[in-house]
């Protein structure tokens, strides 16, 4: 009995569908809410912009601040943070409009590394400013020759602010990090 | 003429040594110098210890310490950071000794978690000090009746140890969400 015996076998093609699998969820980067140019990026970065703005209005009504360097460096400080939120808020808006989420590993880096400074200078200034105020307030006891509430609500503002900075940035450097 | 048209086509492969290679720096962790259980991580431990624990004994050093909320944070939060920093050295010398490293991912979580909670309380506590420190010495020019420089000691102390814990954390983070 004649049984051919070709020289090319079919080759049992490995399963795709698994390393697919695999792969796609290391190599693409998911949505979460919260990572720029999503929804919940853009809504971080409006809270941040508001809390900022107030806490730089607040503090610039108050008429004896600049006698304060630490009050001057949190008005610096909110100044910068809602100049990056606004920036940041306009290009997610694009990113939303045109409906591209930002996949570039260096706008990434950009991002968390933008978002890292100005967070912690934000953090850094709402701190001080909270030590002068308790100082003023209660250590001193101290608030009826200062504007102690002004000096309260712009430091909460600021704080918040800082609230709401401080997960995108780990949003960002966990995007950073898990590429 | 008659040419034979198989059904079975001979498939090729795809290449299995790419997949390999790319996913092999995934799946394991990298020992970078810095993350817990090495060198590196001892050494900035030590760093944060020596810091936390200089901080804590220049500032307990002042007589009118207690007088300032601030103060009295500080010393609570650089105990903290001292306590927790001299855990961890103690963590990384017995992986030293064993030679082996923290590779569960709950440890590093837990690690991580911690870092960032001691290092924000032993920054914000720094800011507060630098805060009262740049009051008392620059705006109020009142540093006769102060200790103006032990509170600069410590607070820069402060700031220091904090200098040493940020990379711990940002490490331990990094390592997390690269897993």
Not at 6 to 13: G, M, R
Not at 100 to 118: A, E, K, Y
Not at 149 to 168: D, G, K, N, Q, Y
Request: some cysteine.
């Amino acid at each position: 009995m004649y049984v051919s015996h070709p020289s090319i076998h079919p080759i049992e093609a490995p399963p795709l569908t698994d390393t697919a699998e695999n792969a796609l969820p290391r190599g693409r980067m998911e949505d979460i809410q919260g990572m720029p140019g999503t929804l919940g990026g853009l809504a971080l970065r409006f809270v941040q912009f508001v809390f900022a703005v107030v806490s730089l209005c607040v503090m610039t009504t108050t008429s004896d601040f600049p006698s304060v360097t630490t009050f001057r460096y949190l008005v610096a400080a909110v100044s910068l943070q809602s100049l990056w939120s606004l920036s940041l808020a306009i290009a997610d808006i694009y990113a939303l409009l045109v409906k591209r989420c930002f996949r570039n590993s260096r706008v990434v880096c950009l991002f968390s590394i933008g978002d890292g400074i100005t967070s912690t200078l934000t953090f850094a200034a709402a701190c001080a400013s909270a030590g002068i105020t308790v100082l003023i307030g209660n250590d001193l006891d101290d608030c009826k020759e200062n504007h102690c509430t002004r000096f309260e609500t712009a430091t909460a503002m600021a704080f918040l602010s800082w609230f709401a900075a401080s997960p995108s940035f780990l949003l960002n450097f966990w995007t950073l990090a898990s590429r």
